[in-house]
């Protein structure tokens, strides 16, 4: 679009100068580019781009073919009532996703109201009654951020050996025989990552389960290595 903005604007400062037989070329033109359907409305930007409309004294528009009008954004069905009453319900059931949440909010909710909760917010609750599953996704996305479990990692990805790497696509693998394994380290810094500390190369077979542990001095390349080729010969 950002491309397309000076065509439309070069356009119609070309269609305003031409001749009657030229502006005609230059609609088939613009509504080609366009896929605008009619061409009366086509023209009529054509024609009103450039051009100021005053608003009083002060105030004035000016026409712009190349900017979008902006549309009214959809009405909230929920506020911050609906929010606080589903932020209880959703703690209640142990924060489950709102698939599952769905089928059984109505049976929560009038378990709560039975028992004298949630007295005061019948509209609200009643609103909660017809939430979609995706609304309450939607409703609850912030909280869900906070609950996330920030872990640590010792490793970066890199790019200077990525291309010399070879990847085994999903094509290659077969977890229907002995062979294939998922290999990672496990960094035992005790919470702080400065310096050299033990790791744990963890080999485990998809297949079979079988699972290898080799312990290691640091990630230095001949370390891992050597543990590699040991937990091969044992395997």
Same mark, same amino acid.
């Given at each position: 679009? *950002?491309e397309?903005?000076?065509?439309?604007?070069?356009?119609?400062? @070309? #269609?305003q100068?031409?001749?009657?037989?030229?502006?005609?070329e230059i609609?088939?033109? *613009?509504?080609?580019?366009? $896929?605008?359907?009619n061409?009366? #409305?086509a023209?009529?930007?054509?024609?009103?781009?450039?051009?100021?409309i005053y608003v009083?004294?002060k105030? #004035?528009?000016k026409a712009?073919i190349?900017?979008?009008?902006?549309r009214?954004?959809?009405?909230?069905k929920?506020?911050?009532?609906?929010l606080?009453?589903?932020?209880?319900v959703?703690?209640?059931?142990? #924060?489950?996703?709102?698939?599952?949440?769905?089928?059984?909010l109505?049976e !929560?909710?009038?378990?709560?109201l039975?028992?004298?909760h949630?007295?005061?917010?019948q @509209?609200?609750?009643?609103?909660?009654?017809?939430?979609s599953?995706?609304?309450?996704d939607?409703l609850?996305?912030?909280?869900?951020?906070k609950?996330?479990?920030?872990?640590?990692k $010792?490793?970066?990805?890199?790019?200077?050996?990525?291309? @010399?790497?070879?990847i085994?696509? +999903?094509?290659e +693998?077969?977890?229907?025989?002995?062979?294939?394994m998922?290999?990672?380290? !496990?960094?035992?810094e005790g919470g702080?990552?400065?310096?050299? *500390?033990? @790791?744990?190369?963890?080999?485990?077979?998809?297949w079979?389960?079988?699972? =290898?542990?080799?312990?290691?001095?640091?990630k230095?390349?001949?370390?891992?290595? =050597?543990?590699?080729?040991?937990s091969?010969?044992? *395997?």
């Amino acid at each position: 679009m *950002f491309e397309r903005r000076p065509i439309y604007r070069e356009t119609a400062k @070309q #269609y305003q100068k031409a001749s009657k037989k030229e502006k005609m070329e230059i609609l088939d033109y *613009f509504v080609r580019i366009t $896929g605008l359907k009619n061409r009366n #409305y086509a023209a009529r930007l054509l024609r009103q781009h450039g051009k100021t409309i005053y608003v009083g004294k002060k105030n #004035y528009l000016k026409a712009d073919i190349a900017k979008k009008g902006k549309r009214p954004g959809r009405k909230k069905k929920f506020g911050e009532e609906e929010l606080k009453l589903l932020k209880k319900v959703w703690e209640i059931e142990n #924060y489950m996703c709102g698939k599952r949440l769905k089928p059984i909010l109505n049976e !929560v909710l009038d378990n709560l109201l039975a028992n004298g909760h949630f007295q005061g917010f019948q @509209q609200a609750i009643e609103n909660l009654r017809h939430i979609s599953a995706s609304s309450i996704d939607r409703l609850l996305k912030h909280e869900r951020k906070k609950l996330e479990i920030k872990g640590r990692k $010792g490793t970066k990805p890199g790019t200077l050996l990525k291309q @010399q790497i070879a990847i085994r696509t +999903w094509a290659e +693998w077969d977890e229907n025989c002995p062979g294939f394994m998922e290999i990672d380290l !496990v960094a035992h810094e005790g919470g702080n990552s400065r310096g050299d *500390f033990a @790791q744990t190369l963890n080999m485990v077979d998809v297949w079979s389960g079988w699972t =290898e542990l080799v312990a290691i001095k640091n990630k230095a390349s001949k370390w891992v290595r =050597e543990a590699i080729e040991k937990s091969k010969e044992d *395997f």
